[in-house]
Structures are given as C-alpha cells and as structure tokens.
C-alpha cells in the first residue's frame, strides 16, 4: 500500500526518490511543487528536500548526517504509530522561525495521560535527542544546556507544546575513529554534571542497529537522576547541591565554621528566577532574614550565584 501511494507521487512529482549509502533502502523528499501544493491546500508550513545533499557528476551524494536523520526517522515513526504526536526537527524549524534557539531537538514527541494522584489529563512532551555520533567540546555543551532547561520546565515553547522530559536516544554499538567504544550515555551524564547545582532526571533509550538494513530495535526509555556531584565525595563540593521541595523551588543548607545553618533558596517569580541567602534554617522571617538576594534569568546561574555569594561573605564569618 505504501508503496503504491509512493509510485505515485514520484509519478506526480510530488516527491523524490532518493537512494542511500550502504543497505539504509531508499528516502523520499519533498520536491518543490509537493511543498508548495501541501502549503496552499493544508496550510502546512511543508519545505522542500530538493536540497538534501548534493549532487556530483550526475549522482546524488546523501548528507554526512544521513544516518542520523534515519534513526531520528525511525523513532519517530514508530511513536506516531504507537498514537503520539510527532514533530520532526524541520517541521520544529518552519513552524518556530521567530524563535532564534542555539539549539532544536531532533524531534517532538507528545501523548497524554492521567495525573496518578488527580486523574487529570496531562500533556507529556518529550524533547528528543539522538546521539549517533561521537562528538564533543561545544556540542556536548550546548546538548547539557538543552536537556537542562527541558527538566527545569524552563524550555522554549515549540509548536504550541512545553516541552518538560528529556530524552536521549543512543547508538549501543558505536565505535570512536580509534577503534574504542563510545558510551553516550556516560559522556551526556557527565556533560551534564559539571553543569547542575540540584538533581535531574533525563530518560535514555538504547538503539541496537541490527544489520547493514538498518533495522533497528528499540529499548523502553529508562529514567536517570543526574546528580551534581559524585555522592561518594567528601570534599566541601559535595555542600552544592540543591533540593526540589516545590514546583521551580529549590533550596541548600550549608553549615558555616560556627556550625551555623543557612538556607540558600532560588525560585521562580515573575517570569524570572530570585536567588536569596537566609542567615536561618529555614526561610522563615520569624527566624531570620535574607542578608543577600538577587533576580536572574537563569535558574542554574542562580544556584551557582547564591552559592558563591555565601561561600565569599558568610562562610567563615568570624565571632558568635
């Protein structure tokens, strides 16, 4: 059935055929009269793929990242038949062009369900990523601050959806230009621990390529809680780490050299983030009062600001 329908929109022109590298089959693209005819009849914001890799000597050359965007593909594919919403990291790009982000998943995926304690529908909006290839530097960097603003709840509105999980697909079976193999998911936890000052929870699925065809098998998801530092440290970093105790409410209790306990809090107000410092074990002004406090827009930086201030100014205050 399938392919019947796709014999003809070749024949129609609507579409290209394109043939890939190795045993990945064929990938069909828009051309330029099928985006068009999907824009004036649907009204859907469709770009053609014309441009999908270039051409030399009269043949086709597929994109580096040609495998990349197949198993983007494939994942998708089979949660749009698992009855999900899906959207693809272009259609993200044409339906968000006011939104200049550094950078966009690799997919949406959406579904609803029912609150455990309420029964109230909820929408789940999973910001994909998949990671085939080995990368490092600024990418890694870039990837840690997106899946951190995901898990936040402070990720960018996209096609009309909040993304609020995070989930990394990764190749199983990769290998490093040297021989040796990569582990995704221990490099993305430990880009993202260098970055976080309270715990977070990011959902990683393992993609096993069965054969040159690119099948594919496809784990469940499992949920990891990232910690911001090693829970086996007993050095005074170990003292950084925040606690969730509300929505966008966080809050440290560090101990001075007097043995006094503080409250170091960040939380959401007004469409930005406040960090405070509380001479008191809880932040309360019947105990004690904020001796430092501040807006920011970011809510790690927050962290890490009511972090530094403490440790600079009442850390080792001297006296009773």
């Known amino acids: 059935m399938a392919n019947r329908i796709l014999r003809r929109l070749r024949e129609q022109k609507w579409v290209l055929e394109r043939h890939l590298p190795k045993a990945g089959g064929r990938a069909h693209v828009l051309s330029t009269s099928g ?3 999907l824009q004036r009849a649907f009204n859907v914001p469709a770009r053609p793929g014309d441009h999908w890799g270039r051409a030399q000597g009269g043949t086709w050359i597929a994109p580096t990242q040609w495998e990349h965007e197949l198993l983007v593909t494939i994942i998708l594919v089979r949660e749009l038949a698992n009855g999900c919403e899906v959207k693809t990291e272009l259609e ?3 339906e968000n062009e006011n939104k200049k982000l550094r950078k966009y998943p690799d997919g949406l995926i959406s579904y609803w369900t029912s609150n455990a304690g309420t029964g109230v529908k909820e929408r789940v909006v999973l910001w994909l990523e998949v990671e085939s290839h080995d990368k490092s530097g600024a990418y890694m960097l870039s990837l840690a601050r997106a899946l951190l603003r995901v898990t936040r709840h402070d990720a960018p ?3 009309g959806w909040d993304p609020n999980f995070a989930l990394v697909a990764y190749r199983a079976d990769m290998l490093s230009p040297s021989g040796k193999a990569v582990n995704h998911k221990v490099r993305i936890t430990n880009a993202i621990k260098r970055h976080i000052f309270a715990d ?4 990683f699925q393992e993609v096993k390529v069965r054969n040159l065809a690119y099948h594919v098998d496809l784990d469940e998801p499992k949920g990891c809680v ?3 530092f090693d829970m086996n440290d007993r ?3 170990a003292n950084r780490a925040f ?3 509300a929505h966008k409410t966080f809050i440290n209790n560090p101990i001075d050299s007097r043995d006094q306990v503080w409250t170091l809090k960040v939380y959401a107000d007004a469409g930005r983030y406040r960090w405070e410092v509380w001479d008191s074990e809880n932040p309360d002004y019947r105990q004690g009062q904020p001796r430092d406090s501040f807006y920011i ?3 790690e930086h927050g962290f890490r600001m009511a972090m530094d201030t403490w440790r600079t100014k009442y850390a080792n205050l001297k006296g009773s």
């Open 200 to 203: 977070m929870t990011v959902y």
């Open 226 to 228: 990232i910690h911001p």
């Open 297 to 299: 827009e970011d809510i």
């Open 92 to 94: 993200i790009r044409a």
């Open 157 to 159: 509105r996209l096609c």
């Open 35 to 37: 985006a068009r005819y």
């Open 243 to 245: 606690t969730a105790i």
């Open 235 to 237: 050095t005074p970093l």
